[in-house]
């Protein structure tokens, strides 16, 4: 085992003991200083050993001060490092056992049994047991997401309070956003990385900046874990969001005019599906397609009727509030049968994609566009998967074209969240996605509410409050205000205005990030029935929203 030692001058004299008593153990002894008794700070000494740990040059490390107080403090600073200040033989095994404590500190003026604790300590393996595991996950977790911005809290108060705020929200309720997530600290620590500092217009290897071999790095990781994650032969991994994506690719083949068939806002589109107060809208010729009035769902013969009258030069597939699997090999026989183009926009499903929960637009799509957060649980962000025939006009619309120097960090966030999501772990996770979201559906309808198309099969649903006497604006209100968030929605064929709907939207990505399974969707359902049946009860909605901070505090925000 490989163990860094460090002291101050106050405990050069006993690192200095220890040495060879490690090495006569059959350790290999990588000393970081101090290397004689003038003062030294100790800051600098547990930095170095700290970095040791963290960059696993080192497995264990052992750090010695006069009191052994300042380099516990310094070394702990460093989220790999579980240094335990030892004073006897006691404490240095439960260290071991306990803690799994990969950091050794000892007082320089503790008297004669620094020889018995370091033996003791490095004897003692980890107990493993089910109670310390979670005790010390928890422990590494403690405070990670208030600690990433404590620079902030003096810089800028106002800020950092609205980000405390966001925190609060995040342990203290329940999101059922259905177009939002919790990504890990991993992804977070790479978005505010030192890679904002870089501007790298260009790709990788013609970039018109000097210094852009780390940006380099980052993106051809991104782009070679998109390929792979999602089969497909090329990937564009610099557009800043979905919208952005989605305006790649009509820029890339399409000119201003032309005809898209794709589906209406109102019945689950998106804005850049050529919603009229959008460029999609003003840019291009829109045909829209809707759902059947009966089942709510997508009626491909009635598409394909559509597409053989107006001849589109694309057809658009892909939704933001649909919950149904889409057909992509239907969609791709209507594109060949009317000689249109297909892209796919898979923002909503793109994780449940990679996760295996849902059926690949890839092999079907000459485009494939999407974001990179929500069921993907990245950065928010954006990307192009294309065909290799349409490789370099994908790459000269999203720069010069539409952007200047790509986001450098986002990037890196992506191909944090692309590692992530090739994990068998993910491929679980989307599936209990999944299964959440359907029992939340099948829990609401047994409570007397609507579902729209009468149930889900990906991350969503979206419930008709409309029948139950209720608008989504009143709705949504009375669920925040008990401990819930969901938006407001329109359902196919609202009499409500977008400001007002019929309906509320439901996602599960959130929630099961936190690990919330079968039986906490039976709960949160059945809170969500008890508050929509009484949405002008303050006192339930106070009572409501207890019970879930207490309930929430159970599944730590990552």
Sequence with gaps: MKIVVGSDHGGFKVKEAL???????????????????????????????????????????????????????????????????????????????????????????????????????????????????????????????????????????????????????????????????????????????????????????????????????????????????????????????????????????????????????DQGGHLTHGSPVNFSGKTYTIVPYTVDKETETLDYDAIAALAMEHRPKMIVAGASAYPRILDFPRFRAIADQCGAMLMVDMAHIAGLVAGGAHPSPVPYAEFVTTTTHKTLRGPRSGMVLCRGAFAAA??????????????????????VCFKEAGESAFRDYARQVVANAATLASTLKERGFRIVSGGTENHLLLVDVASSGLTGKLASAALEASGIIVNKNTIPFDTNSPFVTSGIRIGTAAATTRGMKIPEMIRIANWIADVLKAPEDATLHARTKADIAAFATRFPVP
Excluded at 21 to 45: P, S
Excluded at 126 to 135: A, P
Excluded at 398 to 411: A, E, R
């Design 394 to 415: 994908i790459d000269k619309v999203v720069f010069p074209g539409l952007q200047g120097g790509p986001l450098v960090h986002t990037i890196a966030a992506k191909a």
């Design 19 to 265: 040495k060879p008593l490690v090495a006569g153990l059959g350790h290999e002894v990588i000393d970081a200083g101090c290397f004689e008794e003038t003062a030294t700070d100790y800051t600098a000494v547990a930095e170095a050993v700290g970095l040791a740990i963290t960059d696993k040059a080192a497995e264990r490390g052992i750090l010695v001060c006069t009191t052994g107080l300042g380099m516990s403090i310094a070394a702990n600073r460093f989220p790999a490092v579980r240094a335990a200040l030892c004073g006897d033989v006691a404490a240095a095994r439960l260290s071991r056992e306990h803690n799994d404590a990969n950091v050794l500190v000892l007082a320089g003026n503790g008297g004669g049994c620094a020889e018995g604790i370091l033996t003791t300590w490095l004897d003692t393996p980890f107990s493993g047991g089910e109670r310390h595991v979670r005790r010390n996950r928890a422990t590494a977790a403690m405070g990670n997401r208030v600690v990433e911005v404590d620079t902030v809290r003096e810089a800028d108060p106002e800020v950092y309070a609205a980000i405390r705020a966001q925190v609060a929200q995040e342990d203290g309720m329940v999101n059922l956003i259905a177009s939002e997530n919790t990504v890990t600290r991993a992804v977070r620590e790479a978005q505010g990385s030192v890679l904002t500092n870089k501007y790298a217009e260009g790709y990788p290897a013609k970039r018109w900046y000097g210094g852009c071999n780390p940006a380099d790095a980052v993106e051809r990781l991104a782009i070679e874990r998109a390929k792979q994650l999602f089969g497909a032969e090329h990937a564009n991994v610099q557009p800043h969001c979905g919208s952005a994506a989605n305006m790649a690719v009509y820029s890339a083949v399409l000119t201003p005019g032309d005809t898209i068939l794709a589906m209406s806002l």
